[in-house]
């Protein structure tokens, strides 16, 4: 429980960030970054990945009862009108742009996986929007967004209001508990809520402002303000739905027959709510009649007019949200062919658009941020799904498990996709995650700090005095050198790892909130432990700012955890990825190409009780006895000998002939190489033409035979292996 607490309050600061910091300011785009030192500042810029997290956020935030639909609603209209407004090029948002004057920021240039970002995040909106037409206009989460609130202006209001804040508490337990079934019932629940509230925020209006306009000025006002807005927030959406419950009480006279409207007093959905008025009219015929006093006509046609009005107003949000879901769809739709690359079946990392050129880079491993973007692509047939199969598999081991190698080996490279897509257990996938957080966590403890390291901001200021920002990761992860040199550890990491180890990622958050990484609005971005960027007598440094990526990442991972993945339940909604969800089910392979490089990278590393097969170089052919080699699967099998002979067999099945006889050893699968200048010829092994070679090697490891052998000043390479999973032998000459 107070794990659940913690986690509740932390999200709810999370999104005093987004409440803050996205508004009319920056035409309700996300700027990148809010920086508290060494200069307060807001970078008013923004990207596609930005500005996907932030509409998410949105909808995380009506999920966890912080805004009601109303206010979700028009965020995300104001949002979307802007971003329509945007110039863009073949569908894609520039990597930037100024969010006060709405140009896009020189270099032009597309990025693809923030491309890929935004469609996704996007197509994720869509069906949580869809749906807010078929949920009850009071949202199910209210009491508990408004106790996040309270709980933590509690914790910041120390003694000041106590007597105030206890009887509020009191009052929103007890309203929790009871679940007001009827709209009257809510009404004044809400009603005496928003007033105590309102009471709390007027004492401590009082308080000094402390700091920053752009900050909780003495944290507990600021809470207070944010409480009484919220109470008043549900109430007004309340009233704006259901007008009638400003109605009087109905005269002694409409009592008998109040039973007529049973619909006016439950707690409709949206739908229900447009459909009142038709229900209710044979109703209202019956009862204005020439029987009823003038006073009960009078009251009967003022309640007609008010739920008429309620239902109008009703049918008018369910219009703007689908106008929102088609106007969300229309904006994930991107040209993708420009930034392919056909023969490698590959996206180029980015396009510049001032150039004219694409980049000469690829995304080309699976474990990264950009298979959010393929995936996408695939189920919207802009890519074939020879792309995704295209995406390197390279393996290291951590633990002794296999895992995906990633080039950095950063957090966000391997578990940001799963902020909207799903996953499924006992796949290659789920299994890299699983240990890429066992691996962050054994990482920290050897270094003697809390664990989570991604790409994030460092304590070195440019000449404005900005954070600097770029990848960091752990060694025996990534392909990329010299990871054991920084040591910056990001709480955004650990906030992605609750998506996979929840225990073990809350007790860090903890650990790093009580070491001073917990600000107004959630986490702080980093703690630097590289001694080369501390001031004197310091050993580490907190990264005080805010960046919205990353603070979009805690907060929809907080959601998943909390919520029962609210994101990746639409996101699998899409008929179209369901139909590409197949993709994401690839099983854990048996043994595969690895990285050893990788897994030695770490400076400390796991020591493993199983020495595997010694490797044997035998540098001659003609050895006295054959030296033998055997490969097998436990099904199709390779026998070769040093000289390059052997057979290969399936099951009980022989595919090459093959005598048991030491002197005669030309059985077997061979390749010939002609020189077609001198028409000289050989094998790429001894047998069976049995001519020398300048030099030769025939090299035997676990799983491979090799033979390597220079003939003419041409030097060739024979791999051999047998697939573990399928009956095959693969041979390989280069």
């Not at 104001?78 to 329509?84: H, R, W």
């Not at 047939?381 to 080996?409: C, D, K, N, Y």
């Not at 440019?462 to 960091?472: E, M, T, V």
């Not at 992860?477 to 920084?486: A, H, Q, V």
């Amino acid at each position: 429980a107070e794990q659940i607490i913690f986690l509740q309050k932390t999200s709810r600061r999370t999104w005093a960030f987004f409440e803050t910091f996205v508004g009319p300011e920056d035409h309700w785009l996300p700027p990148d970054n809010f920086q508290e030192h060494p200069v307060a500042v807001v970078a008013h810029r923004t990207s596609p990945t930005n500005m996907g997290l932030a509409l998410l956020a949105n909808l995380s935030a009506y999920d966890f009862g912080y805004i009601p639909a109303g206010h979700l609603i028009e965020r995300t209209a104001n949002a979307l009108d802007t971003m329509a407004a945007l110039e863009r090029h073949q569908g894609h948002f520039y990597n930037w742009y100024d969010t006060q004057s709405l140009h896009p920021l020189p270099p032009l240039y597309i990025s693809s996986v923030d491309s890929g970002n935004l469609a996704g995040h996007l197509l994720t909106l869509r069906p949580g929007l869809l749906a807010l037409a078929d949920h009850k206009i009071l949202g199910p989460r209210l009491f508990e967004g408004l106790s996040d609130t309270l709980g933590i202006l509690t914790d910041a209001a120390g003694q000041t209001a106590s007597l105030q804040l206890a009887q509020l508490r009191k009052d929103l337990e007890t309203a929790y508990d009871s679940r007001p079934a009827t709209l009257a019932a809510a009404r004044r629940w809400l009603a005496q809520l928003a007033t105590s509230a309102a009471e709390v925020a007027a004492i401590f209006e009082t308080e000094p402002a402390v700091g920053n306009s752009t900050e909780p000025a003495s944290d507990a006002k600021w809470w207070a303000q944010a409480l009484a807005r919220q109470c008043q927030g549900a109430l007004d959406e309340l009233m704006l739905l259901a007008p009638w419950l400003m109605l009087p009480a109905a005269p002694a006279g409409c009592d008998a027959g109040f039973s007529d409207f049973s619909g006016i007093s439950e707690i409709p959905s949206l739908r229900e709510l447009a459909k009142l008025e038709a229900e209710l009219l044979p109703a209202f015929a019956r009862r204005l009649d020439a029987d009823a006093t003038p006073e009960e006509n009078g009251w009967l046609a003022e309640l007609r007019r008010l739920i008429t009005e309620g239902s109008r107003r009703a049918t008018e949000r369910i219009a703007a949200i689908e106008r929102l879901a088609l106007q969300a769809g229309e904006l994930s739709h991107i040209e993708l062919d420009f930034l392919y690359d056909k023969a490698r079946h590959l996206l180029a990392i980015g396009y510049n658009v001032g150039e004219r050129r694409r980049d000469l880079s690829y995304y080309d491993l699976l474990a990264s941020e950009a298979r959010l973007c393929s995936f996408v692509a695939i189920a919207q047939g802009q890519l074939p799904q020879e792309s995704w199969f295209a995406l390197g598999r390279l393996l290291t081991t951590t633990g002794g498990e296999p895992i995906l190698v990633s080039w950095s080996g950063s957090m966000f490279e391997y578990l940001m996709p799963l902020l909207v897509m799903p996953t499924y257990e006992n796949t290659l996938l789920d299994q890299t995650c699983q240990a890429a957080v066992r691996r962050q966590i054994v990482y920290g403890n050897q270094r003697g700090v809390a664990w989570g390291i991604s790409e994030s901001g460092y304590n070195t200021v440019d000449a404005h005095l900005n954070y600097q920002y770029r990848a960091f990761g752990v060694p025996g992860l990534g392909l990329k050198r010299g990871l054991t040199e920084d040591l910056v550890i990001a709480p955004y990491a650990s906030a992605l790892a609750l998506m996979v180890a929840p225990e073990e990622a809350c007790l860090n958050l903890q650990r790093l909130a009580a070491e001073g990484l917990a600000g107004n609005y959630g986490f702080y971005e980093a703690i630097d432990y590289t001694p080369s960027r501390l001031p004197r007598g310091q050993s580490s440094t907190v990264v005080r700012s805010f960046m919205t990526h990353h603070q979009g990442m805690i907060f929809l991972s907080l959601a998943y955890l909390i919520l029962d993945r609210p994101m990746q339940k639409r996101f699998e909604s899409d008929p179209r990825f369901q139909a590409t969800t197949l993709l994401l089910q690839e099983r854990i392979p048996k043994t595969a190409a690895f990285n050893f490089h990788a897994a030695e990278l770490s400076d400390i590393r796991a020591i493993s009780s199983d020495l595997g097969m010694p490797v044997r170089v035998i540098n001659s052919p003609d050895t006295p006895v054959p030296e033998v080699q055997l490969l097998s699967n436990g099904r199709y099998h390779v026998m070769i000998t040093n000289a390059g002979g052997g057979y290969s067999r399936c099951k009980d099945l022989a595919v090459t002939r093959w005598r048991e006889d030491t002197t005669c050893d030309n059985w077997g699968t061979f390749c010939y190489l002609r020189d077609v200048t001198s028409g000289v010829f050989w094998s790429n092994t001894h047998q069976p033409t049995l001519k020398r070679a300048e030099t030769y090697e025939a090299i035997f490891s676990e799983g491979r035979a090799e033979f390597r052998r220079r003939d003419l000043d041409y030097d060739t390479h024979t791999e051999i292996v047998v697939s573990p999973e399928d009956d095959i032998e693969l041979r390989r000459l280069h």
